[in-house]
C-alpha cells in the first residue's frame, strides 16, 4: 500500500498538472470504486481544480466551489499521467480528464479495494481523516503521547491511521531498525529516552524517503511505486543480510502482510516466533542468531 512518502510525490505531481486546470469528465470504468450517492459525480465536471491534499493515505482533489474527489487506493491502487488519447486498459478503475492529459487510476488484481467518494464541501475532509498524528509536524513530547495513548506493540502503534498519520508494514519495518527497536515491543515498556528515538527515526526515515522519492521522480510522474525498494534496509529482505551488521533479516508473518526486522541489531539476538513457521518446527524453532545460523547450514 502506497505509504506518506509515496502519496505525497503522487499529490506534488498532480498538483502540479491540475491546479487552475478544468476537470473535464470523469470516466467510471468500476461501479463499485464510487463508495458515496450525494453529490452525483456531474457536479465536477468544468470546474478548476484549487488544490491537492493528502490526509492519511488519501488523495483529495478539492474543486473549485468545494466538491472534493477522495482517491483511497488502498494496497494495489496507483495512479498514472497518460495523453488523453490513451486506452483504458482492463486495470483501470477511473480516468479524470483534463486537456493536457488523463489522471488514471488502476488497481491490479481481482481484490477491487480501492474506493473514490464525492464529498459536497472540503470541510467534510474530516469526515473521512482517522486523526492520526502527522508524524513530520509533530512534536516528540506529541509522539510520545500518543504512542502511549494505547498499549500496543511499537509495530501495530506506529500502523495504526488512527494513531498515526500515513505510516504502513513498509516504512515501520524502516523506522524500527533505524530505531534499534523491537517490533513486538510494547508501547507501555518504552523508555522517554526509546520513545523519542523513536520520533526521531521516524522523522529522518520518511523524510529521506520523501527527498529519494522526489529525486528519483524528477519532473516526471510516479511510476513504479512499490512497497518493495532495493534501498530498503530491512522490510522486504528475509534472509538477505542486514545493510547494518550483515545478520540474516528475519520475519513475522501474519494475514497478507509481514513484519521485517534484524535480530541482531534490534531483538538483542533473539529470533521472535513467526506463527506458522515456529508451529510447524515446535521445538526446533531457532532462539537465537546462532542456533538460526547453524540451522540454515544443516540446509
Not at 508473518?253 to 538483542?268: D, H
Request: net charge positive; aromatic share 6%; with cysteine.
Amino acid at each position: 500500500m502506497p505509504e506518506l512518502p509515496d502519496i505525497e510525490v503522487y499529490r506534488e505531481a498532480i498538483l502540479s498538472r491540475v491546479r487552475g486546470s478544468t476537470l473535464d469528465r470523469i470516466r467510471l470504468r468500476s461501479p463499485f470504486l464510487l463508495r458515496t450517492v450525494e453529490p452525483p459525480i456531474e457536479v465536477c465536471f468544468g470546474r478548476l481544480v484549487v488544490d491537492v491534499h493528502r490526509v492519511g493515505k488519501r488523495i483529495a482533489m478539492e474543486l473549485q466551489g468545494g466538491p472534493t474527489l477522495v482517491l483511497h487506493l488502498m494496497i494495489a491502487g496507483r495512479l498514472h499521467w497518460k495523453p488523453l488519447a490513451t486506452a483504458l486498459n482492463k486495470n483501470v478503475l477511473a480516468a479524470f480528464d483534463f486537456k493536457t492529459g488523463s489522471l488514471q487510476l488502476t488497481e491490479a488484481g481481482s481484490k477491487k479495494r480501492a474506493s473514490l467518494h464525492l464529498l459536497a464541501d472540503v470541510g467534510e475532509l474530516k469526515r473521512l481523516d482517522p486523526g492520526g498524528l502527522e508524524p513530520l509536524t509533530c512534536s516528540p513530547e506529541e509522539f510520545a503521547a500518543r504512542l502511549r495513548s494505547e498499549n500496543h506493540t511499537l509495530k501495530r502503534s506506529l500502523t495504526d491511521p488512527h494513531l498515526f498519520s500515513g505510516i504502513g508494514n513498509s516504512y515501520s519495518d524502516e523506522i524500527l531498525h533505524r530505531a534499534k527497536l523491537s517490533p513486538v515491543t510494547l508501547t507501555s515498556r518504552l523508555s522517554d529516552e526509546e520513545a523519542f528515538r523513536l520520533h526521531a527515526a521516524t522523522v529522518e526515515t520518511l523524510n529521506e524517503w520523501l527527498q529519494l522519492l522526489r529525486k528519483q521522480t524528477g519532473d516526471d510522474f510516479p511510476e513504479g511505486v512499490t512497497a518493495f525498494r532495493p534501498e530498503m534496509a530491512v522490510h522486504g529482505r528475509f534472509g538477505k543480510p542486514c545493510q547494518v551488521c550483515g545478520t540474516a533479516v528475519q520475519r513475522i508473518r501474519y494475514s497478507e502482510n509481514e513484519t521485517n526486522y534484524c535480530p541482531r541489531c534490534q531483538t538483542g539476538g533473539k529470533v521472535l516466533a513467526d506463527r506458522s513457521l515456529s508451529r510447524l518446527l515446535k521445538e526446533d524453532w531457532p532462539r537465537s542468531i546462532e542456533e538460526l545460523e547453524e540451522m540454515w547450514n544443516r540446509n
